[in-house]
């Protein structure tokens, strides 16, 4: 019998997520799992406390986070795992630093527009998570219905006019470099892993060798996002590059309404793979 393990999944403590880590822990256990780790966007708000509540319904938690980088002049994701949630705060600022500054100069351009929103208020909303987009757009909708009644997809059709260039709301953004990231992961004794390496831009071989020389430790071969052919892909570099193979859902809730808890899985030995790799320089 597998011991089934989801090790990308995002709670209420995300900027974007809606449960609360107890609630994902109690359905996860309906279904059956042995582990999982809450990992959500810059942010370890959600521990200690769900380690401490799932030991006591019998489910093993693997610390994690998703950390926004850079790579290439894009964003690219990277999963944290054994981080500490002490730690998390120091390797986690210079992240938060540059989401609350995009932040405020979005909502600067915003209020020229006419806009009644002040970042203070983003900022609150958002606690204990750096606020992202979809935070302000949820408010503005709340104060401008009118605005937002024709869109069928009104989250995404509001950021794609307003926040990406050529928008009137658009602000360049400032990534933290993933290998920063990296290094800061390995000094403190967590594990790199790449996250849904295939969903947007793909990352390619090239790539997959960089980040190896560099500390890389892992990479997320089935998730939401991937079809056979990348999982069949990413798993190959995986065992080229001696890469931890992970697996992820990427639960979010409610903002990703067709991705849910059970949707995807892998078993145990991927967990014990990850322990083995704590405190390895990477090279």
Known sequence: MVKKVDLHIHSKFSSDGELPPEKIADELKALGYYAFSITDHD???AYPGIIKYAEKIGLEVVPGVEITTGYRERETHLLGYFLSPQDS???LSPIVESRLELTRKRIEKLQ???YDVNFEEV????SPSPPTAPIIIELLMER?????RAMQDPIREFYRSQFLPGGPA??????VPIEEMISKLLEKGAVPVLAHPGAYTPIEEED???LKKIGLQGIEIKNTY???AQEAFYMEMAEKYSLVPTCGSDFHGKRKPTVHLGDVFCGYEVVEELKSRRGRNGI
Do not use: D, T, W
Not at 123 to 126: G, K, L, N, R, Y
Not at 170 to 175: I, M
């Open 43 to 45: 942010s370890m708000g």
């Open 89 to 91: 705060r120091e390797v």
């Open 112 to 114: 020229k527009l006419g």
């Open 123 to 126: 900022v609150e909303i958002a």
């Open 144 to 148: 401008y219905p009118e605005k937002f």
């Open 170 to 175: 658009y602000v360049e953004r400032v990534y």
């Open 208 to 210: 997959i060798a960089y």
């Open 226 to 228: 991937h079809n056979k």
